[in-house]
């Protein structure tokens, strides 16, 4: 009887394309007399399927960074080659930005706080671009998540928090942590924003990584927390790190 | 005039998972592609974006399981076909858009275009998610690299710096059993 091991090892071969057709063919008439073979074959499945979601969407989502970097050099007055484009997204996302702005500098207003770490957070920050749902125009019905995306991308972060706690009791989830900390950056919650940061970077996910790095030198930005800022920003420079790396280097020019 | 890619190129930058000819590739065509689209197509400018991300993703996907190992054209007008497919597709969804013109000489009977569709999981799914997430970033990226990127043992062992391929194959089972326990602890 073969042990499981080769019987796991076989079945990676056969996803991996890697059997000839004489071993194909035993492999499926193997998997129509055994069950446990059967079963194993099914799991592996599975396996290879997330390994597939997990590698697309983070191709796509390195495509959108680059998309999103464009877009922000397109923004940036002294950009003039990019080629001119309007959408209702982008609208929402300079709404999202100018709220942000005016939120930041009502905020600072009322605390007095007028220290230069605060105003350099209000200079780099930006919230994080819904790239996790579909906002389609017209759509009958919107569920719980695209609800709360579109109450993030319209800048009421309080709002958004609550609806995130809510859908994250039925189970964690690191993409809507990420947004909820974010969300918290942007009302001054930053303690308990950069508690979820820190826990996401330990996590080192890729489709995150970089985005969570940005908004965690913004979060110790924020708190006055120098030393940490600058060696996250070396750690950044020093990395292959594309998404802000321009406003990382010059912020770490900028910070004593 | 953009720069077109010889195919046995691109191919190699698939199989490499060199990412940032890959970026290099989708911001070169970035501007053809969109004037083309705009010009066939009445979809606004979000959605050509989008669905040039998806046919980027869905001709990386398809080089990389083996599914396309010799272009008849070259690799753009691939590029192109699949993004016509996804815009045809998306027109249809949508019932509101005219298709201009149709022609294209490329065959995608063996292209694999529902990958999105797929994402949607279920619970054995999402509990394999999470036990996946919380695995340690090494062991995410041996498995990435084996499981997606199908990279031989050696070529993985290349790249990260391993001794040898059977280093990087006693790495990857004890990777494989960390993450068959964390799925026992949430099943």
């Known amino acids: 009887m073969p042990s499981p091991a080769s019987d796991s090892q076989l079945i990676e071969d056969y996803y991996r394309n890697l059997l000839s057709n004489e071993e194909r063919f035993k492999f499926e008439k193997k998997l129509k007399s055994d069950s446990d073979f059967y079963d194993l074959y099914i799991k592996y499945g599975q396996f290879f399927k997330l390994a597939e979601q997990n590698g697309n969407k983070d191709l796509k989502s390195s495509l959108q960074t680059i998309e999103y970097n464009q877009t922000n050099k397109f923004n940036n007055p002294s950009s003039k080659n990019q080629p001119k484009t309007f959408s209702i997204r982008k609208l929402i996302y300079s709404i999202a930005a100018a709220l942000i702005l005016l939120l930041s500098a009502i905020y600072l207003f009322n605390l007095g706080d007028n220290t230069s770490d605060s105003n350099l957070f209000a200079e780099y920050f930006q919230p994080y671009p819904n790239t996790i749902v579909k906002l389609e125009r017209g759509e009958a019905e919107v569920n719980e998540l695209q609800k709360t995306m579109l109450i993030y991308s319209n800048g009421d972060f309080k709002q958004a928090i609550n609806n995130f706690d809510l859908i994250l009791e039925k189970g964690k989830d690191s993409d809507l942590l990420f947004y909820k900390s974010v969300s918290q950056l942007s009302i001054g919650k930053n303690k308990e924003a950069i508690s979820i940061l820190e826990e996401l970077k330990d996590k080192e996910i890729p489709s995150l990584k970089e985005a969570v790095n940005w908004y965690l030198v913004l979060g110790y930005v924020k708190e006055n927390d120098n030393t940490k800022a600058k060696k996250l920003l070396e750690e950044i420079v020093d990395s292959n790190q594309t998404y802000q790396i321009n406003s990382a280097k010059e912020l770490l020019k900028r910070i004593k | ?187």
């Open chain 2, 1 to 187: 005039m953009n720069k077109l890619i010889p195919t046995s190129d691109f191919i190699e930058l698939v199989k490499s998972d060199n990412r940032i000819a890959l970026e290099q590739f989708y911001l070169d065509q970035k501007s053809t592609f969109l004037r083309w689209a705009n010009s066939h197509f009445d979809v606004d400018e979000d959605t050509i974006i989008d669905v040039y991300q998806d046919a980027i993703v869905t001709l990386y996907f398809n080089v990389n399981e083996g599914k396309i190992e010799d272009f008849r054209s070259s690799v753009e007008a691939y590029l192109f076909g699949i993004a016509r497919n996804l815009l045809i597709k998306q027109t249809i969804k949508n019932q509101k858009v005219e298709l201009i013109e149709s022609n294209t000489d490329f065959d995608d009977r063996n292209l694999d275009y529902n990958i999105y569709e797929r994402i949607d999981a279920d619970h054995f799914n999402f509990e394999l998610k999470s036990a996946f997430d919380k695995m340690q970033a090494k062991c995410r990226e041996i498995i990435m690299l084996y499981y997606y990127n199908k990279f031989t043992l050696d070529s993985i062992a290349k790249k990260l710096k391993y001794n040898n391929s059977d280093t990087v194959k006693a790495r990857k089972n004890q990777c494989m059993k960390k993450l068959k326990e964390l799925m026992i602890k949430k099943l």
